[in-house]
Every structure is written in C-alpha cells, then in structure tokens.
C-alpha cells in the first residue's frame, strides 16, 4: 500500500521558517519526481516545488528564494524548507508522487499518481 505522510505544518509568524517533511512508503520514491503541491483558501491546488530523480528542482515563482526542495533517498523523504513565509503562504501543503522520472510541469496535478492528506500551515502577518 502507498502511503505519503506529511509532517512538519503549524502555526508560525510571518517572517518565520519552517521545514515540512513527507515520508513514503510502499513506492520506490527515490526512483521518481517528487514535488509539494498546495492549496490556500478559495483557490485551487498549485504546485510549489518539484525535485527529480537526479536532484533537479523546479520551483513555483511565488516561492524561489524562499523555499528549498530536497530528498532523502536512503530514508524515502521529501523536506521542503520554507524561508521568510508570509501571509499569502498560508496553505494546506500535500506531497506528491509522479510515475515519471523527471517532473512533469508542476502546473499539472494530473502528471502525479500518488498524494498524501496535507499538513496545514498558517502565517499569521
């Protein structure tokens, strides 16, 4: 059984990091893109952040500079470190799984087979 728990949400201040983290099982994750997705209040999902297999990333333009994508193959993780956060990151965060190697545009959550339930971060401003 595949399973994506994510791990690492909460309540912080704007300006504030925090590290999100998405531990895998029952899917050979080191073999595929992996990305975080999110979705703010009122408004659709939308990709953030996307590492492949052979550690290229891909970022939402909202977020570089601000947030790093990174995995950990041995241990089947995918951490997403977020940097000076605002108000507009306020969000539920879900890990993804794609059949593919490389990622498929993160503007397409239909390129990703596999979720996990989402972990809620909030900024407050």
């Known amino acids: 059984q595949v399973r994506l728990v994510e791990s690492g949400g909460g309540s912080v201040q704007a300006g504030a990091s925090l590290r999100l983290s998405c531990a895998v099982s029952?899917?050979?994750?080191?073999?595929?893109?992996m990305a975080w997705f999110r979705q703010r209040p009122g408004k659709e999902r939308e990709g953030v952040a996307g590492?492949?297999?052979?550690?290229?990333?891909t970022y939402a333009d909202s977020v570089k500079g601000r947030f790093t994508v990174s995995r950990d193959n041995a241990k089947d993780i995918l951490n997403l470190e977020m940097g000076s956060v605002n108000a507009e990151d306020t969000a539920m965060y879900y890990c993804?799984?794609?059949?593919?190697?490389?990622?498929?545009?993160?503007?397409?959550?239909?390129?990703?087979?596999?979720w996990g339930q989402g972990t809620q971060v909030t900024v407050a401003s």
């Open positions: 029952g899917f050979p994750a080191s073999s595929y893109c």
């Open positions: 993804a799984a794609s059949w593919e190697r490389l990622c498929p545009p993160l503007s397409l959550t239909a390129g990703f087979g596999f």
């Open positions: 590492i492949d297999v052979e550690g290229s990333t």
